[in-house]
């Protein structure tokens, strides 16, 4: 009996050692992939916890535009210097104007020194329709109406008061406001349309709603966004001409600690094919001919130092406007010169007895005006910016650009011609080659 309790004490033992034995084989748990964020511990198994986001419009979002592909894409290997477009009328047309007003004569009525609304009401005194002011309204206005409709009337009143109007004819109610909400029905042509976009824009229109399929624009102003508006269609559709100009914007890294010698330009294309130079403030502006382009810049450029594409894009005006160009908006990614706008007004025609486009490309950033540069040019041209220190956008003590990197932009320039086609001199071809070039040019 006492052999068989030590067996039995002798089992349990080795039992409980090989349990112990096991536990301590057991794997222990790793924890290879360990993050610490605010003094917390962030592993593969745990929950992230982020902060409470104020709610704004991610960047991405804020960023995204239907324009973007058509701004900032150049086909420079199918790009005419001279393109002919028909004519197209642009139409302007209000919306909410509400319903049909009655069909009633006015005759003889006078008022004076009074507002639209008091004015309406007297005019309507004695009938079913209320006015009522959406917002208040305390343009003053006199005049006389000695016959006409009641909805003529009403027109001429709420313009002179720069006020607009809408019926419900359910309730008889006229109401005014001093905004109203119009539609564009714009051209076919997409440069002709960017060209009155970027108009808009530079009269302070900021939401537009376009649709590119339908061609028409929704915007909401008041009396003097509708007379300026107008103005700008009058004009674009008064126009025989108008300019664009195809943009490749670089940042040019020197290969060594120093500057790149511009000068070998010379003897690399020829001194036909640098035609004109023009100093600024900073930097400086060369007219060239055609045979220096995109490939054959970077080409000379390469070969003292490495060339990156910072932004690439298109604009138009239209003949004696202006316009710009926002390198951050077509920006292959965020980059010091991003703040750079071009700017640019330009007129083409009779220049000193010969077909010249007359330009002042202007480069500024949010702290003032960089340089500018007054540029006569012949169609087939090019202008190569250069000189611009990049050093010129930093904001800060130190950096690590080498002071010799410095910003290079080429502008190739395109004149449109609008032709009436009810003159019957417009073809239907879009683009001037060979020998309609020549005879345009001559014209």
Excluded at 293 to 305: D, G, M, R, V
Excluded at 358 to 379: N, Q
Excluded at 406 to 434: C, H, Q, W, Y
Aim: glycine fraction near 8%; charged fraction near 20%; aromatic fraction near 8%.
């Amino acid at each position: 009996m006492k052999l068989f309790n030590r067996l039995l004490l002798c089992v349990t033992l080795i039992g409980l050692i090989s349990g112990c034995t096991q536990r301590q084989q057991q794997p222990t748990p790793q924890y290879d992939n360990i993050t610490v964020i605010d003094e917390l511990v962030i592993n593969e198994n745990s929950v992230p916890i982020f902060p409470k986001m104020a709610a704004l419009t991610t960047d991405t979002a804020r960023r995204f535009s239907i324009e973007l592909p058509k701004r900032c894409e150049v086909n420079w290997n199918n790009q005419n210097v001279v393109s002919v477009v028909p004519s197209e009328s642009i139409e302007m047309i209000q919306l909410g104007g509400g319903d049909e007003l009655p069909t009633l004569r006015v005759s003889d009525y006078e008022f004076r020194d009074i507002t639209v609304k008091r004015a309406l009401d007297k005019l309507l005194d004695g009938t079913d329709l209320v006015v009522i002011e959406d917002e208040p309204l305390y343009e003053k206005i006199s005049g006389t109406i000695s016959s006409g409709s009641l909805s003529d009337a009403i027109q001429l009143m709420t313009k002179m008061g720069r006020v607009y109007y809408s019926y419900d004819a359910t309730n008889g109610e006229i109401h005014l406001t001093h905004r109203a909400k119009w539609l564009i029905k714009l051209p076919q042509n997409e440069t002709i349309i960017m060209a009155l976009l970027d108009a808009m824009h530079g009269a302070d229109m900021r939401n537009l709603l376009v649709d590119w399929n339908d061609k028409t624009v929704i915007f909401e102003g008041n009396y003097q966004t509708e007379r300026e508006v107008a103005k700008i269609i009058a004009d674009i559709s008064g126009k025989k001409y108008m300019l664009a100009w195809d943009i490749d914007v670089y940042r040019v890294y020197p290969r060594t600690d120093n500057p790149i010698v511009w000068m070998n330009m010379l003897p690399a294309f020829g001194d036909k094919n640098i035609k004109m130079s023009i100093p600024g403030v900073v930097g400086r502006a060369l007219v060239v001919g055609p045979e220096i382009n995109t490939k054959t810049l970077q080409e000379f450029i390469s070969t003292q130092a490495n060339v990156v594409l910072i932004s690439q894009g298109t604009f138009a005006i239209p003949n004696g406007w202006q316009s710009r160009f926002d390198i951050g908006q077509c920006s292959r990614e965020e980059r010091l010169e991003t703040d750079l706008i071009i700017g640019a007004t330009g007129t083409y025609g009779d220049f000193a007895g010969r077909k010249k486009i007359d330009a002042k490309i202007i480069l500024r950033t949010s702290g003032g005006e960089l340089s500018s540069f007054t540029i006569p040019s012949s169609v087939g041209d090019n202008y190569v910016i250069i000189g611009i220190p990049t050093h010129s956008f930093v904001t800060t003590p130190e950096t690590l650009i080498n002071p010799y990197t410095e910003l290079v932009v080429f502008m190739s320039p395109r004149v449109i011609s609008v032709v009436d086609t009810a003159s019957g001199k417009f073809g239907g071809a879009n683009e001037l080659i060979g020998d309609a070039l020549r005879d345009f040019l001559q014209d």
